[in-house]
């Protein structure tokens, strides 16, 4: 397969990937699962690189938050 119909193919599949889900941080996380840079993403979100790593970085950031949100409301009394 030529080069060019590879990375429209691959392009088909991230936005079949992406198309159901609501914000643009969960589609960047699914997109960043599924192997693609982070030019790329920007790419297929029609955005910047600084935005999906951004998106990326929250994404990371957040389970730990809430983990530690969890533990304070177990440890009262």
């Known amino acids: 397969m030529p080069a060019v119909a ?4 691959e392009n088909l599949l991230a936005l079949l ?3 159901q889900l609501k914000t643009q941080r969960d ?6 699962v599924a192997g693609f ?5 920007a790419n297929l979100l029609k955005t910047t690189t600084a935005v999906v790593a951004q998106a ?4 990371r950031s957040k389970p730990k938050k809430k ?11």
């Open 6 to 9: 590879e990375s429209r193919a």
């Open 17 to 19: 990937l992406i198309q």
């Open 67 to 77: 983990a530690k949100k969890q533990k304070a409301k177990t440890k009262k009394p």
């Open 56 to 59: 990326l970085y929250e994404a």
């Open 37 to 41: 840079t982070n030019t790329e993403i």
């Open 27 to 32: 589609k960047a996380v699914q997109l960043s």
